[in-house]
């Protein structure tokens, strides 16, 4: 059987009228699932669904009751639903003790309450269906909090809870599991990639030495939605190129010292050679 395959599937993908949410729907929808696009209310989710032939939802994820209809109504009209993706979210950037009410709310009401709602909406038909599998979009913020991201982070480290809980309650009829992006390119991090001087330090700290594509996270998800990923569930998979590896204080200091190693030791070797 091959393991990839996912023409049995019903998906909803949430936040899916771009960047990251758009490339997991369309891998789900090439690898045989009937896909739900779902994305809030004057969002271009209609034309982002129309070229894979999926179905388009306009719904704000921080209401529960809209939350509740956009599922149900997915499940009705694809004829199932048996894959949840919780892709939908939202950021911003500024001091701690700057972010208003309003912000803090906003923030966790998108990123965890959103996912929240949807996986409350959706356990239900999956358990009477027998079968389901979540993947919640998290954010390396969530384990390892960024500057200037507190309420966002924060919102995704509820969002890794959520995940991790919710995979011990309801296996082994439904798996959840989670990813963390690292720096992607789109949409949200557009802005990075218009200053070489932003983006040049971020590539650098990385090992793989770049950013990373929206397809590059859609590819780990498809495997969390395939048999192939079968007896994976309650982690959160981090897509980050080894950004977390480094120790910012150290690595910079260590990785010119091996430069000046690697150089004596050419030099060296030249001398042996004369
Ligand atoms: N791009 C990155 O580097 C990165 C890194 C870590 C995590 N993430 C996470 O990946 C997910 C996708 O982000 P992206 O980079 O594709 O950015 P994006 O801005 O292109 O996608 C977010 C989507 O969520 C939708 N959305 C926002 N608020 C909503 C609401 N109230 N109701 C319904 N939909 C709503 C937006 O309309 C948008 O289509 C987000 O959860 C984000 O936090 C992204």
């Known amino acids: 059987m091959e393991t990839s395959q996912l023409d049995q599937d019903f998906a909803v993908v ?10 997991i729907a369309k891998r789900l929808h090439r690898a045989g699932a009937k896909v739900a696009l779902l994305d809030r209310p004057g969002s271009e989710v209609l034309k982002a669904a129309a070229p894979i032939g999926g179905l388009a939802i306009e719904v704000d994820v921080r209401d529960p009751a809209a939350v509740n209809d956009a599922i149900a109504n997915a499940h009705e009209r694809l004829g199932g639903l048996s894959i949840l993706i919780n892709n939908a979210g939202t950021g911003m950037l500024r001091p701690m003790h700057e972010y208003t009410d309003q912000q803090w709310e906003d923030l966790i009401a998108v990123n965890l309450s959103g996912t929240f709602y949807a996986m409350r909406a959706a356990v239900p038909l999956m358990l009477e269906a027998g079968r389901g599998v979540i993947v919640n979009n998290a954010s390396v913020s969530a384990t390892d909090p960024t500057r200037g991201e507190l309420p966002y982070s924060a919102a995704k480290a509820g969002v890794v809870a959520l995940t991790r809980g919710a995979a011990q309650e309801y296996g082994p009829t439904i798996r959840v599991n989670a990813v963390s992006p690292g720096v992607i390119r789109s949409p949200m991090t557009e802005m990075l990639f218009k200053s070489p001087a932003i983006l040049e330090p971020v590539e650098a ?26 007896y994976i569930t309650g982690q959160n998979i981090v897509i980050d190129g080894g950004m977390n590896i480094p120790q910012a204080g150290i690595d910079g200091v260590l990785k010119t010292s091996l ?12 001398d042996e050679e004369a």
């Open 14 to 23: 949430t936040g899916a009228a771009g960047g990251i949410g758009l490339a």
């Open 205 to 230: 700290a990385v090992p793989l030495e770049r950013t990373g594509e929206v397809e590059e996270v859609a590819d780990v998800v498809h495997f969390l939605c395939s048999e192939g990923s079968r």
């Open 259 to 270: 430069g000046m190693m690697a150089k004596a030791k050419a030099r060296e070797g030249e």
